[in-house]
């Protein structure tokens, strides 16, 4: 089982970035899949999350409208597209599978800044 993320690097306020979360030896569909991230001396936090059946999606307040977390199939890959961002945004961003024992992915950072 492994997750890689993708997709990260440096971005000036109000712009995009495009995460992705590519698994391999599981099925993404098949499991509840979820964005965290974890800035400098802060504890890691989630950012988003969808569902396996049904695709319902939950969003942490400050990201909500900004950030959308999506799935596709066919590419056994999970997708977190962030808009609009912000200098706080700033993190390392990490994709994560199932429960608190599940796997994680190695982190892809975003750094938001002019």
């Known amino acids: 089982v492994q997750l890689v993320e993708s997709g990260g690097g440096l971005v000036q306020p109000g712009g995009s970035l495009r995460l992705s979360c590519a698994g391999s030896g599981f099925t993404v569909s098949s499991y509840f899949m979820s964005w965290y991230r974890q800035a400098p001396a802060k504890e890691r936090e989630l950012v988003a999350s969808?569902?396996?059946?049904?695709?319902?999606?939950n969003y942490r307040d400050s990201v909500k409208g900004r950030f959308t977390i999506s799935r596709d199939n066919a590419k056994n890959t999970v997708y977190l597209q962030m808009d609009r961002m912000k200098p706080e945004d700033t993190a390392v961003y990490y994709c994560h599978r199932g429960g608190p024992s599940g796997p994680w992915g190695q982190g892809t950072q975003v750094t938001v800044s002019s």
């Open positions: 969808i569902t396996s059946a049904g695709g319902s999606t």
